[in-house]
């Protein structure tokens, strides 16, 4: 097989995860990395035994061994790293979110459609083998028709005021703080597995911890630097929500969202409420799928890949009984992502930038709700969707 030559942008938090997936492929060469400065990115190619490290993104774009480019800065560099590489012709995953506001959101949309190549947001909960199960057991409507889609994404990381990075200053981590960084993630999956659209919101947003204390601006994002003296910020962006959503089907859902909330690590979990069935996935149970009945015993499905709906079972990757990961849905997505630049065939599981853009456009659709005294607010998605689909079938033969 041809191998590919990667490069990663921003090693920080998630560069390591990106770099382990595209290494799991077998056929994906980790070329070179980009940092902030020469010395953070030569100290990060050797923990993570990358051969060639750059001081500048511009640099690491220009390499002319690396073929697909990981954006993994903090968000408010989406835009400009993302549209960088897209101007090289090359193709980008970007992690999540797509961009820190609809407008920059669109811009990627429009650059990644004018310039034809893959592009990619890891919203990584797609490549979990149960997710799969879950959206493949709703399109061929194992549950009926959906009509409730609800749940929540709950953590407590946050709890401390002294846990301050870009993601709580609006000029880097977005106006939005816990629903851009994980509220996105649901509504992705809400999408994903119902393949129902989301066209309104009705939001209530809150924060809890109003002063955080800043250890400075180099802080990365889950720094627990104790060292430094902190100095007080005003936090404006929310770290708890409650959002109830209409969707284009005739459904409807809420969803809670916080980032404040003791004991609650990585809380993700989604409920689809169908006429003769449910289905319940919890990221923290990742290897069960809850099947409701109302006629029939409860069931609990364990991922079993003998079992699994086709489409869902090459998500799994060991046999029934050993658990697999949010690593194993995080290489899943990966290689997805790196089909599409092998064959020039999107598979049915990648999100792009054209989906991501939505994402980006339904988290604003949250501020305004909120900000106009919690009304209901649509989501008015700008056209140019069928532009991105057009260009990639003159591009791919399509
Ligand atoms: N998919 C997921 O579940 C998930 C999880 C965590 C983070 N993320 C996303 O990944 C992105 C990064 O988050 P993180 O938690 O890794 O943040 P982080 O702060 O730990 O890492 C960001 C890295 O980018 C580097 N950087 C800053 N400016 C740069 C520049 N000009 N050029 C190159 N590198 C630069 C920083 O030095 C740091 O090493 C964010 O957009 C975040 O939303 C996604």
New binding site residues.
């Given amino acids: 097989m041809k191998r590919i030559g990667m490069g990663l ?7 390591p995860h990106h770099i382990d997936a595209v290494r799991r492929l077998g056929y994906v060469d980790v070329v070179a990395i ?3 400065s020469s010395a ?2 030569a100290q ?1 190619a050797k923990l993570f035994n990358v051969a060639r490290s750059y001081g ?2 511009q640099e690491l774009i220009a390499d002319p061994d690396i073929s697909v480019i990981h954006n ?4 408010y ?2 835009l400009s ?1 993302s549209l960088a590489i897209l101007e090289a012709g090359k193709h980008v995953i970007s ?3 797509l961009a820190i506001t609809a407008k920059e959101g669109e811009r990627l949309r429009d650059a990644a459609a004018a310039a034809g190549v893959v592009n990619a947001v ?3 909960y797609r490549g979990n083998p149960l997710v799969q199960q879950a959206r493949l057991m709703t399109e061929r409507e194992e549950i009926g028709k959906v009509f409730f889609i609800h749940g929540h994404y709950l953590q407590d990381w946050m709890t401390d005021d002294t846990v301050y ?3 709580s200053d609006p000029t880097k981590g977005g106006v939005s703080s816990a629903l851009a ?1 994980i509220g996105s ?1 649901w509504c992705d999956l809400a999408e994903h597995i119902s393949s129902a659209r989301i066209t309104a919101v009705l939001a209530d947003l809150t924060t809890v911890v109003k002063t955080r204390y800043s250890a400075g601006g180099s802080a ?3 720094s627990k630097d104790t060292t430094v003296a902190r100095t007080p910020v005003e936090v404006s962006s929310e770290d708890l929500a409650s959002v109830l959503v209409r969707f284009d089907n005739g459904a409807k859902g809420c969803l809670s969202v916080g980032q404040v909330l003791p004991g609650h690590k990585n809380g993700l979990e989604i409920e689809l409420n169908g006429r003769t069935g449910s289905v319940r996935w919890n990221q923290e149970r990742q290897n069960e799928l809850w099947i409701g009945r109302h006629d029939q015993p409860n069931a609990v499905m364990g991922k079993d890949p003998t079992l699994m709906l086709p489409g869902a079972t090459q998500y799994a990757h060991l046999p029934a009984g050993h658990q697999e990961s949010w690593a194993d849905a ?1 290489r899943n997505v990966i290689g997805d992502v790196y089909e599409w630049v092998r064959t020039g065939e999107k598979p049915a599981t990648v999100c792009t930038f054209s989906d991501a853009y939505r994402t980006c456009v339904i988290i604003e659709a949250m501020l305004k709700s909120h900000a106009a005294g919690g009304v209901w607010q649509e989501v008015n998605v700008s056209s140019g969707s069928e532009q991105v689909a057009n260009r990639q079938e003159a591009i791919y033969g399509k």
Avoid at 9 to 15: E, V
Avoid at 72 to 75: I, N
């Fill in positions: 942008i921003g090693p920080g938090f998630i560069a980009a940092g902030s953070s990115a990060k500048s993104y993994t800065t903090p968000s560099l989406h790293v992690d999540k979110p890891t919203f990584n990075s870009w993601r960084d993630h990365e994002a889950f995080f």
